[in-house]
């Protein structure tokens, strides 16, 4: 069954912060479609920095990379390259100006082929979820240090949501954590009709349960719609970050 993807953006200052460290991006090429949300870190304005050249390296590597001929397989390691490249650049800039040294930025995407499945990935604790049948399903993990006391046993995944660690990152781009790109887990979702999918910063997943975001997505038929209101559902419920966000909904092509 052909599909075709309707997609809102939204990314917003938010009310507590001097400056927008989140980049999204929505780009759509004749045969491929690749949307992202980045949270930068870093202070001042280099955490935009990192965030945006995340934005703009993966969709160009991606087109030079995935031909249309590719493989489940071949697409997935197509997608952990271009991340490792990403990842590559922002070391190096770093490495280059003393100022820029700490500098990283999440990163959560979606990348479909016309004709073909959907693939998620994330890196850092910007997350991405697809709504289905009055149900909500996180797709990527927190590499959070929170996260892996989970993974541990130490903690359970409720105590997490405040532990002291849940921001604490021990991966992200700009991080010697990626150094071969085998570390970034690519989930391939074969589409149904009316599936929704949200990516996100944590500005928004921090204030909002899955439930509230479930029944968003949910309640309002018009993506960008959806994502509008998404982000100032962050704001009303007191986010204290920047608030990011791209609904994708999947229908049948006509």
Not at 65 to 75: I, K, Q, V
């Amino acid at each position: 069954m052909p599909f075709a993807l309707n997609i809102g953006k939204c990314t917003l200052l938010g009310n507590y912060r001097e400056n927008n460290e989140d980049s999204i991006e929505v780009k759509q090429f004749p045969e491929l479609t690749v949307c992202i949300v980045a949270d930068g870190m870093g202070g001042q304005a280099y955490g935009e920095v990192a965030s945006r050249r995340a934005i703009e390296i993966i969709p160009r590597e991606l087109r030079k990379h995935l031909h249309s001929m590719a493989t489940p397989d071949m697409t997935k390691d197509a997608i952990r390259r271009c991340i490792l490249l990403a990842n590559e650049e922002i070391m190096q800039m770093g490495a280059l100006d003393k100022d820029m040294k700490n500098m990283g930025t999440t990163i959560v995407m979606a990348v479909w082929r016309r004709g073909g499945e959907l693939y998620v990935a994330g890196v850092g604790d910007s997350r991405a979820y697809i709504a289905r049948t009055r149900a909500i399903k996180q797709l990527t993990v927190d590499h959070s240090l929170a996260q892996a006391l989970v993974e541990a046993g130490t903690i359970s995944p409720q105590e997490a949501k405040e532990h002291r660690y849940r921001n604490v990152l021990w991966k992200f781009l700009g991080s010697r954590e990626l150094t071969t790109g085998r570390e970034t887990d690519v989930i391939e979702v074969r589409l149904q009709h009316g599936d929704r999918f949200l990516l996100c910063s944590d500005g928004l997943t921090g204030v909002v349960s899955d439930d509230k975001l479930l029944n968003h997505l949910q309640s309002y038929p018009d993506v960008q719609e959806c994502a509008d209101t998404m982000g100032q559902l962050a704001l009303d419920c007191n986010s204290r970050d920047n608030v990011s966000c791209i609904v994708i909904e999947a229908v049948e092509a006509n």
